[in-house]
């Protein structure tokens, strides 16, 4: 119902307003039976608290902001899903923001454009360098996601790149593989989960005194199953040939195995694959994907923990916490 005040509710429930505003903003100290018929009314009038008024009146909105590059990638999708189930439990709505990459967007988010809407953001950039983040003014508390290093005052939630992208080339090398390539990463622009990625698996490489042939790096225009596809049959096509293959995402292996299965070479007899993040999609490819997985829950709950803390008045110095990780294997690099 439209226009429903705070009195209104207080009317129907026989309560004072100052009962509902009680109710409504969680205090502990209502009893069941006033909170009983305070949401009751509530209930039946259709009331929904306004957001300038819960500020004014606690200096809170009750929401909080997740933003990423992309909505649409399975690995971001699930992450937000974590995240909104985690924060609705702690009595958090989340407004999810998409930057499409730029750097523009990315600036808005830690700047002036969530001021006075939410009370924290958790924000994965892709383009802003930690120095230019640093620089930022924040006009609400900031939590980091992602591979990239985070400013010394600012909170961080990551996973280790480079052990996790070892364990993963490591687990080839002990299949047996000696060609050994990565794919997915993207060929302009690359981002810094695609840099730090691609990094740690030639340092893998070079650690397990194997020799990379750089022709089997292959990189796509855009991070897709279509365009690591591509990049796979190009190669292919050229005459290179592998027998392992470490690939940046999901996305990517989904569309190696495709194309693997295209030109008659089979997965894993032929070349074991790998992909990163365990996507829901990832236990049912042909074959099921071995990937590395990411601990999820854990990187959320860090992060709305960190940020509960900030909204609460912590001020102290950034804090830089590592999630777990595990390599899912499954048939697509079995272990022997």
Known sequence: MAGVRLQD??????????????????????????????????????????IS?????????????????????PYFAELARIVTGLATERGYRLLLEQTDGTAANEREIISTREAGL?????????????????KQQHDA???????????????????????????????????????????????????????????GFRNAISAAALELDEALVMPSVEISPRDSADAVRRALVAGHRFDGLVCRDDLAAIGALRALQEFGLRVPEDVAVIGWDDITMASFTHPSLTTIAPDT??????????????????????????ADFSLIVRESAPSY
């Open 53 to 73: 008024a819960r500020r004014l009146a606690t200096g809170r909105t009750g929401m909080l902001s997740l933003a990423f590059s992309d909505v649409s990638l």
């Open 141 to 199: 508390p900031l939590v980091l996601l992602g591979e990239g290093p985070a400013p010394y005052s600012i909170d961080h939630v990551m996973i280790d790149n480079a052990a996790a992208v070892a364990r993963a080339t490591g687990h080839l090398v002990a299949l047996g593989c000696k060609r050994i390539g990565f794919i997915g990463h993207e060929k302009h622009d690359p981002s810094v989960t695609s840099i730090q990625r691609l990094s």
């Open 297 to 322: 829950t854990q990187v959320a709950t860090l992060a709305l923990d960190m940020l509960e803390e900030r909204i609460g008045g912590y001020s102290g110095p950034g804090r830089h916490r590592v």
């Open 9 to 50: 509710v207080a009317e129907l429930a026989g309560v004072s307003m100052k009962t509902v505003s009680n109710v409504v903003h969680d205090y502990p100290h209502v009893s069941e039976r006033m909170r009983s018929k305070v949401e009751a009314a509530i209930s039946e009038l259709g009331y929904r608290p306004n």
């Open 118 to 134: 939410v009370d924290g953001v958790i924000f994965q950039p892709s383009r802003m360098p930690s120095l230019e983040i640093s």
